[in-house]
């Protein structure tokens, strides 16, 4: 599958799910969109918008960017958003927060999904990629652009995980990887990348993808974890490089 | 997230909202919790033994004063007596074979045992019985009062007639000794209605005089008779000695003077001899007269004093007659009711009604409680105020619960299908409650 037929599907608007164009327009106004999905049907897959109904979600998660914005003191960053246990709510927390600031016309985020198994950011933003960020860790043959997909959403990039699971750990630890979000950030200045980590200490890539981002975010679910598992996982990142905590209700 | 909150009233409304939102997680089971455990206290209630509660206030009264304890410790006493509790189980049929001792001993105390005595004080007494059938519970209470009433009524009678024949009969030997008294003062009076004492002290005066007159009369005729002798012997010196044939006239009509009035003397002496002895007989008769009357001053006495006896008794007699019940000797006790034996409407204790109440209460709390309990002993974290004392780490936000339009539909149609169980349940359960209140069930 190639670009081309991405491309040729970005015709049908009438789906949500539509496979995105690939993106490697050097600034913000030339940046190709998809139509923008409504507010309504954000909601509904409880991803926040300007438009949405219940602000008190939107502002939480405009409190949070201001204190990461603040911690960043206001320049871009990678940000490794991780959990404790799986189903913490992570892939969602991270995807609003890509979608927060990428609120802020001035600036674009890229979210990056590193979950080598249970994936669902491509389901949350209705993305049905070709290729992904394992895909273009394996090889040379990818172009980055390759694997950034547009999302319906304005300003806000997708990198899906792809289909070459197997290696995955390898490649995140790879060179190719630390050079491939350090082109990402430094690329753009007003680009805000975000990294979908599967949980701190059931696998080893939240460690190791930490090293790479600026900082972290751990997700803490409603009643699924214990005190001591979250110390176990600040313990595991790292407190210096972990900006906060989140719970997520 | 209410940060201007007190920390203990913030704590408050995040643990609230904790169980109340686990309440919904578990909602199916919070639901069959609370049908469970109402259907298990009205159950409990509709088996649970009812006990029956019957009781009377008596007042003990006593004619001589003794200390209320006293009478109280008495009553406590002849109540529970095998005699009354034994007359009370013959009468209400609580024993099966009132000639077997043994079944009578245990009848007896069956009853014993629920009989539950209070002295209040001042000679009230409060007398309770408990049974788990009401009527049962009344008939005895109202019985063992009748009995005790009854009991004490005839007490205090035999000891009033034993007192009130001993009256009668001293009544009667008195009336006897009245009515002899009274015979022997009137023959006495019939015999000696002749001879006052004045009459005959009268009598005797005159007697007197005229013994007087005849001695003044004698002592005159003798100083005649002396004088006509002188007259007599001067006489005869001149001229006695020549011859008593030619006796000179002069001197024989002297003689036949003198001779008269010797006959008048003699005549005399017999007359004051006689009026001497009417005067004898009428001084012992003055002496009779005065053994007399104090024979009569002394029968007066006796009839009197017999008399005042007699009505004395009499008069006892009929004030005993008129204030028997009072009019008591010895340590009989008079009972009135004070307060009469209720009939027990309601069981004692907790009533069917409480469980039925109880019931959904507890149905509602208990889930409640146990989810309260879950949420604070589980280790999961809940609240975010948790997560913000656990490391120095910022609590950079605190994502709310959101709800998707189908889980919103889904939990819809979950509370809409629950609430309509609830209210089946819940018209099963009044209905339950309801008919067996009114006795239906």
């Not at chain 2, 009989?332 to 004070?338: A, L, P, R």
Request: net charge negative; charged share 25%.
């Amino acid at each position: 599958m190639t670009g081309k037929r991405a491309r040729d599907q970005a015709a049908i608007t009438s789906s949500f799910r539509i496979t995105a164009p690939k993106v490697a327009k050097s600034n913000i106004s030339d940046m190709t969109e998809l139509d923008v999905i409504g507010a309504e049907e954000l909601a509904a897959k409880k991803l926040i918008s300007s438009g949405i109904e219940n602000s008190s979600i939107l502002n939480v998660f405009r409190e949070i960017r201001t204190q990461l914005l603040q911690r960043s003191e206001g320049k871009n960053f990678i940000l490794m958003v991780s959990s404790m246990i799986n189903r913490a709510g992570t892939s969602l927390i991270a995807t609003n927060l890509a979608a927060a600031l990428a609120l802020d016309k001035t600036k674009t985020a890229l979210l990056v999904d590193c979950n080598l198994q249970n994936s669902s950011v491509c389901e949350l933003l209705g993305v049905d990629p070709d290729f992904g960020l394992t895909d273009y860790l394996a090889g040379n043959r990818l172009d980055i652009d390759d694997v950034i997909y547009a999302t319906g959403i304005p300003r806000l990039r997708f990198i899906p995980i792809g289909a070459n699971l197997e290696s995955g750990v390898e490649y995140f630890s790879s060179p190719r990887m630390k050079d491939l979000l350090g082109s990402l950030k430094d690329r753009y200045a007003d680009r805000f990348i975000i990294i979908d980590v599967p949980p701190v200490g059931l696998t080893p890539e939240a460690r190791i993808l930490s090293e790479m981002s600026d900082f972290s975010v751990l997700v803490v679910p409603y009643g699924k974890v214990t005190e001591n598992q979250v110390i176990a996982a600040v313990n595991a990142i790292g407190k210096e490089k972990i900006a906060g905590l989140i719970f997520n209700n | 997230m209410n940060s201007g909150m007190p920390p203990s009233k913030r704590f408050v409304m995040q643990f609230a909202k904790v169980v109340l939102r686990e309440a919904i997680k578990f909602k199916t089971w919070v639901v069959l919790l609370f049908v469970v455990t109402s259907l298990v206290v009205l159950i409990a209630g509709v088996l649970s033994p009812k006990i029956y509660q019957s009781n009377v206030t008596v007042f003990a009264d006593q004619a001589e004063p003794t200390d209320s304890a006293t009478r109280e410790r008495l009553t406590a006493d002849l109540i529970t007596s095998p005699r009354i509790i034994g007359q009370l189980v013959t009468e209400l049929d609580l024993v099966e074979d009132p000639n077997n001792s043994e079944s009578m001993d245990k009848a007896i105390l069956a009853v014993i045992s629920a009989v539950e005595i209070q002295p209040l004080g001042s000679g009230f007494i409060k007398i309770a019985y408990t049974a788990d059938d009401s009527i049962h519970a009344y008939n005895v209470v109202s019985k063992l009062t009748d009995l005790i009433i009854l009991d004490s009524i005839e007490a205090n009678r035999r000891v009033s007639n034993e007192s009130n024949a001993q009256i009668e009969k001293q009544a009667q030997a008195y009336k006897v000794e009245v009515q002899q008294a009274e015979e022997k003062l009137k023959q006495f009076n019939v015999a000696d209605l002749v001879g006052t004492e004045k009459q005959t002290k009268e009598q005797l005066s005159a007697t007197k005089q005229k013994i007087e007159s005849i001695q003044l009369d004698i002592e005159e005729t003798e100083i005649r008779i002396t004088s006509l002798e002188t007259q007599l012997s001067s006489e005869s010196e001149f001229s006695a000695p020549k011859n008593p044939i030619d006796i000179d006239p002069p001197f024989r009509e002297l003689r036949e003077l003198i001779d008269t009035e010797k006959m008048d003397l003699a005549s005399k002496k017999r007359r004051l001899k006689r009026t001497e002895a009417q005067l004898q007989e009428q001084l012992s008769r003055l002496e009779r007269i005065a053994e007399r009357q104090s024979e009569l001053d002394e029968l007066k006495r006796d009839y009197d004093i017999t008399k005042t006896i007699y009505e004395g008794i009499l008069a006892r007699k009929e004030k005993a007659r008129l204030s028997m019940p009072l009019d008591v000797e010895g340590l009989g006790v008079t009972y009135s009711i004070q307060e009469p034996a209720s009939y027990p409407n309601k069981p004692m204790g907790i009533q069917f009604v409480h469980y039925a109440i109880f019931g959904p209460m507890l149905g509602f709390l208990l889930p409640f409680g146990l989810l309260a309990a879950y949420v604070k002993v589980d280790p999961r974290i809940r609240m975010p105020d948790k997560l913000s004392n656990l490391t120095d780490l910022p609590v950079l936000g605190v994502v709310p619960h959101i709800s998707t339009p189908l889980a919103k539909r889904l939990l819809k149609s979950d509370v809409v299908f629950l609430c309509l169980f609830l209210v089946i349940v819940s018209g099963i359960y009044l209905s339950v409650a309801v008919a067996y209140q009114r006795g239906v069930i």
